[in-house]
């Protein structure tokens, strides 16, 4: 008999519906046209599993990624995604040989880089496409409207470097009031006109909530992340395409043990929690270093036999506990538990867990640990 330990083995998993995925990016395809689509998969597709993802993208005929540096670029070629990926993040010039030597499509923003990135792929002897960005109000990296000319000129001076992109990036595309995107369309637009004789092919700059909203904002291509995974950029997007898109994650567990408790006993770490009944307990084998956040402890509810459960006491590492008590003599060891999904007629949401911590979505499914299996399904 083999001991070793697989993925199904971990109680607490997340399923990543390819059906979903696919209706989600077709969606989206739909909406810009023939322009192309890149889906971005950094930070392990938002926490729905990288590898997974790109794989299934691959055989929809997606062919660029994009990801946040040269780590998850590296890894995407370990899992044998050859295909085009742009690095979205600034880096720095120690990181250039691996860029070149993984065929990445690096962003870039500094002379630094630049002279570093045309070094390395000399002595590689290839040529590397790169992606220069433009700060057009994000505010985070990327050069001056008035500095992209001289900054073309200066990539243009090494043969082996290939300007192939030109973008930028949204901070507010996703609030209702869209003066301050469109004004960066606008600069965005001008740069485009006075760039004309660079020979660049590709601009791009939309993000998920500007390809849903921003039609102007479209240009070559685009970059879509959450609403490839189903999940709203906010709830202040007001294309109708959004109710459509479908959710590719769930989260689940099972319950591993069950106690009846007498009232006025405190449960987990501190007794932040006191049984007003007696009470049927439930322990679940999820917690925080499983991206439940414990701050969600004794404010969120969890799925079982297609009820809302109130989640009690502290969130642990490794466990957390539920009041089953109102299915005393139904539940049973061994229930699926759902923490995100669909279970009967109730759901739970990322958006649900997102505002009870104050936070975005994209934080709760990112969240998700790497020791939770990411098993595909439905594809």
Not at 156 to 171: D, I, K, N, Q, T
Not at 299 to 306: E, Q, S, T
Request: glycine content about 8%; proline content about 4%; some cysteine.
């Amino acid at each position: 008999m083999n001991g070793a330990a697989s993925s199904a083995d971990r109680l607490t998993r997340a399923f990543i519906h390819l059906d979903r995925l696919t209706h989600n990016v077709r969606l989206l395809q739909n909406a810009v046209g023939h322009r192309s689509l890149w889906p971005v998969i950094k930070a392990d597709a938002y926490g729905h599993g990288a590898e997974i993802v790109a794989h299934h993208l691959l055989r929809l005929g997606y062919n660029t990624f994009g990801v946040a540096d040269v780590e998850e670029a590296v890894a995407l070629r370990q899992a044998g995604i050859d295909t085009t990926i742009i690095t979205l993040s600034a880096t720095l010039p120690e990181h250039s040989e691996a860029l070149v030597a993984c065929g990445c499509e690096p962003v870039v923003c500094t002379e630094e880089m630049v002279e570093a990135l045309a070094r390395a792929a000399e002595r590689a002897g290839r040529r590397v496409a790169v992606h220069v960005k433009v700060d057009t109000g994000m505010g985070r990296v990327g050069i001056r409207p008035d500095d992209v000319l001289a900054f073309l000129d200066r990539c243009r001076a090494y043969p082996a470097l290939r300007l192939r992109g030109l973008m930028s990036h949204f901070p507010r595309a996703d609030e209702a009031d869209k003066t301050f995107s469109r004004e960066q369309i606008g600069c965005f637009r001008r740069i485009v006109e006075v760039t004309a004789r660079y020979g660049i092919e590709v601009r791009h700059m939309a993000n998920s909530a500007a390809l849903l909203d921003l039609p102007d904002s479209h240009f070559d291509a685009v970059r879509p992340g959450i609403a490839l995974y189903g999940l709203p950029p906010s709830a202040a997007i007001a294309n109708p395409r959004l109710q459509a898109l479908k959710p590719v994650l769930e989260w689940k567990t099972r319950i591993t043990f069950l106690k009846e408790v007498p009232a006025g006993v405190g449960l987990s770490y501190g007794h932040a929690f006191h049984t007003a009944r007696s009470s049927l307990i439930a322990t679940v084998p999820v917690g925080y270093a499983d991206g439940l956040h414990r701050n969600l402890s004794n404010r969120c509810d969890l799925l079982v036999r297609g009820l809302r459960c109130p989640q009690v006491g502290r969130i642990t590492m490794d466990m957390s506990l539920l009041d089953v008590t109102a299915l005393r003599g139904r539940v049973r060891l061994g229930d699926e538990v759902v923490i995100i999904g669909r279970q009967d007629d109730e759901e739970i949401t990322a958006d649900d867990l997102a505002e009870k911590l104050g936070t975005i979505n994209y934080e709760v499914v990112s969240a998700i640990s790497h020791r939770v299996p990411r098993i595909a399904v439905g594809g």
